[in-house]
């Protein structure tokens, strides 16, 4: 599997700022959507970049130090639940990407963006099903997107031990379940996600 083809076909068509971008968080009851922009140094590879999907949590935690140190730039951003309940988490999802890519202290002129649709980008862009699988700048993308959102629940679960924010980080598992049934919501879950459980 060659982990650059997509960075360098936008190469061989002229681009030269080509950013992978991912997201964190759209399935979770609680806590806002992640998104992240990663451009790496041409035909860079960085050594144990996977899917952070596929990584354990310390090996994510240290990628997202040697991914930072390496990137040309790199931006992180979210939509807050607030803004995931007024428009819906599809539409969260696309604008935290449109922020992670005009953050870019390096401007883009390429985007691929992991998924089956496209943010509303001033740049040209391309979609990239499993995109996290295939090209290196996604699967950077990915590990900033998690390790930034994951981060942020280990924070909420200081303010509500309760939830258990820290063991799930906002996914509906059975605990987090049983806890908003016990304790109702707080102000981080997303009140739209919770419709089943509060019946």
């Given at each position: 599997?060659?982990?650059?083809?997509?960075?360098?076909?936008?190469?061989?068509?002229?681009?030269?700022?080509?950013?992978?971008?991912?997201?964190?968080?759209?399935?979770?009851?609680?806590?806002?959507?992640?998104?992240?922009?990663?451009?790496?140094?041409?035909?860079?590879?960085?050594?144990?970049?996977?899917?952070?999907?596929?990584?354990?949590?310390?090996?994510?935690?240290?990628?997202?130090e040697?991914?930072?140190?390496?990137?040309?730039?790199?931006?992180?951003?979210?939509?807050?639940?607030?803004?995931?309940?007024?428009?819906?988490?599809?539409?969260?999802?696309?604008?935290?990407?449109?922020?992670?890519?005009?953050?870019?202290?390096?401007?883009?002129?390429?985007?691929?963006?992991?998924?089956?649709?496209?943010?509303?980008?001033?740049?040209?862009?391309?979609?990239?099903?499993?995109?996290?699988?295939k090209?290196?700048?996604?699967?950077?993308?990915?590990?900033?997107?998690?390790?930034?959102?994951?981060?942020?629940?280990?924070?909420?679960?200081?303010?509500?031990?309760?939830?258990?924010?820290?063991?799930?980080?906002?996914?509906?598992?059975?605990?987090h379940?049983?806890?908003?049934?016990?304790?109702?919501?707080?102000?981080?879950?997303?009140?739209?996600?919770?419709?089943?459980?509060?019946?």
């Amino acid at each position: 599997m060659n982990w650059l083809e997509f960075e360098q076909e936008a190469i061989s068509k002229g681009y030269k700022h080509i950013c992978g971008v991912d997201e964190a968080g759209r399935g979770p009851l609680a806590g806002p959507v992640c998104a992240a922009a990663v451009i790496l140094p041409e035909n860079t590879i960085i050594e144990g970049v996977n899917d952070s999907k596929k990584l354990s949590e310390k090996k994510r935690e240290a990628l997202f130090e040697v991914i930072k140190a390496n990137a040309v730039s790199y931006s992180i951003a979210y939509s807050s639940v607030e803004e995931i309940e007024s428009m819906n988490i599809l539409n969260a999802t696309m604008l935290a990407m449109k922020r992670a890519v005009e953050g870019l202290d390096v401007k883009a002129d390429y985007a691929m963006i992991d998924g089956n649709r496209l943010p509303d980008l001033a740049i040209d862009s391309e979609f990239i099903i499993k995109g996290d699988a295939k090209s290196v700048s996604i699967a950077c993308a990915s590990i900033l997107a998690k390790v930034s959102r994951d981060r942020l629940l280990y924070k909420y679960a200081e303010e509500y031990p309760e939830y258990g924010f820290d063991k799930h980080k906002g996914y509906g598992t059975k605990a987090h379940t049983q806890a908003i049934k016990e304790y109702g919501p707080c102000p981080y879950h997303r009140m739209s996600f919770l419709k089943k459980i509060l019946k």
